[in-house]
């Protein structure tokens, strides 16, 4: 299996949790890119994602310049999932209403959840249907298109998690990337599996099978130099060249007298 056909587009709107996020995805064993918010819908659409994941961001939706995606991203048929800045965003495109809060939240909230929508099952515990999350927005949906409807609410947001089960798209207030979300990462891994239908086949082992394939296939029989700076970037660079064509590597290494005592005899040793 390819590799990279189960990949999750991350669109970055500025949010400090955005590489989280990626982080959390690839845990799952799925492959995934963050591009701007502004990529583009050409780039979106050739970028043939199996999901897409909007990331918060410390951006107003009635703020002048905040950023906005387009509109198309939502028609490409793929699932959608907008976090915090995205969910907002996302109720703001689609014909919904948002409005500032009264109450800004950050930090933890309990919030209620239906443990029959595809974001939450069997994520909280048996027989439960609330979940500790962390919170961090002043803005919040008032009203949400036709076709969703609210799954989760706290008792500051009456729309904490929103869903629009015919077209996959969702939202969620909260940030299940980060830690203080315990069971944030079961939250991304349906979207991922559930939603998107990804497999885990995202893995180290995977990844280097299909480099070596790459680099064999790209190469041909042709001769290579590779030069090694004495990092690990450039090491393991050189160890997938060889595994893929052998002898016509060729590793070029100069010491140049300031690298780390016995850094020289390791970097010829491997």
Same mark, same amino acid.
């Given at each position: 299996?390819?590799?990279?056909?189960?990949?999750?587009?991350?669109?970055?709107?500025? /949010?400090?949790?955005?590489?989280?996020?990626?982080?959390?995805?690839?845990?799952?064993?799925?492959?995934?890119?963050?591009?701007?918010?502004?990529?583009?819908?050409?780039?979106?659409?050739?970028?043939?994602?199996? %999901?897409?994941?909007?990331?918060? %961001?410390? /951006?107003?939706?009635?703020?002048?310049?905040?950023?906005?995606?387009?509109?198309?991203?939502? +028609?490409?048929?793929?699932?959608?999932?907008?976090?915090?800045?995205?969910?907002?965003?996302?109720? #703001?495109?689609?014909?919904?209403?948002?409005?500032?809060? $009264? $109450?800004?939240?950050?930090?933890?909230?309990?919030? /209620?959840? +239906?443990?029959?929508?595809?974001?939450? #099952? +069997?994520?909280?515990?048996?027989?439960?249907?609330?979940?500790?999350?962390?919170?961090?927005?002043?803005?919040?949906?008032?009203?949400?298109?036709?076709?969703?409807?609210?799954?989760?609410?706290?008792?500051?947001?009456?729309?904490?998690?929103?869903?629009?089960?015919?077209?996959?798209?969702? %939202?969620?207030?909260?940030?299940?990337?980060?830690?203080?979300?315990?069971?944030?990462?079961?939250?991304?891994?349906?979207?991922?599996?559930?939603?998107?239908?990804?497999?885990?086949?995202?893995?180290?082992?995977?990844?280097?099978?299909?480099?070596?394939?790459?680099?064999?296939? #790209?190469?041909?029989?042709?001769?290579?130099?590779?030069?090694?700076?004495?990092?690990?970037?450039?090491?393991?660079?050189?160890?997938?060249?060889?595994?893929?064509?052998?002898?016509?590597?060729?590793?070029?290494?100069? +010491?140049?007298?300031?690298?780390? $005592?016995?850094?020289?005899?390791?970097?010829?040793?491997?």
């Amino acid at each position: 299996m390819d590799i990279h056909s189960q990949k999750i587009l991350i669109l970055d709107f500025g /949010s400090q949790y955005t590489q989280l996020i990626a982080r959390r995805v690839r845990e799952a064993k799925v492959y995934c890119e963050i591009h701007p918010y502004n990529c583009g819908p050409d780039f979106i659409r050739s970028f043939n994602a199996r %999901g897409i994941i909007l990331s918060g %961001g410390p /951006s107003s939706v009635y703020d002048k310049g905040a950023p906005v995606v387009s509109k198309s991203v939502f +028609d490409t048929g793929v699932p959608v999932l907008g976090i915090c800045y995205g969910m907002q965003l996302t109720a #703001k495109l689609l014909g919904g209403r948002v409005e500032r809060s $009264k $109450k800004r939240e950050y930090g933890p909230a309990s919030i /209620s959840v +239906d443990t029959t929508a595809a974001l939450f #099952k +069997d994520v909280a515990p048996a027989g439960k249907d609330r979940l500790n999350v962390w919170m961090s927005h002043g803005d919040k949906v008032r009203e949400m298109q036709a076709g969703f409807k609210a799954i989760a609410q706290s008792d500051n947001t009456r729309i904490g998690a929103m869903a629009d089960p015919r077209r996959r798209i969702y %939202g969620v207030q909260f940030h299940p990337e980060v830690v203080h979300t315990p069971e944030g990462s079961k939250i991304l891994k349906n979207f991922l599996f559930r939603v998107c239908g990804c497999y885990p086949s995202w893995t180290m082992k995977s990844f280097v099978e299909t480099a070596i394939a790459q680099i064999r296939e #790209k190469v041909g029989d042709a001769k290579v130099v590779c030069g090694i700076s004495g990092g690990v970037d450039s090491a393991v660079a050189a160890v997938l060249v060889h595994k893929a064509i052998g002898d016509n590597l060729t590793c070029i290494f100069v +010491d140049n007298g300031v690298l780390r $005592k016995n850094e020289a005899e390791k970097v010829e040793a491997t």
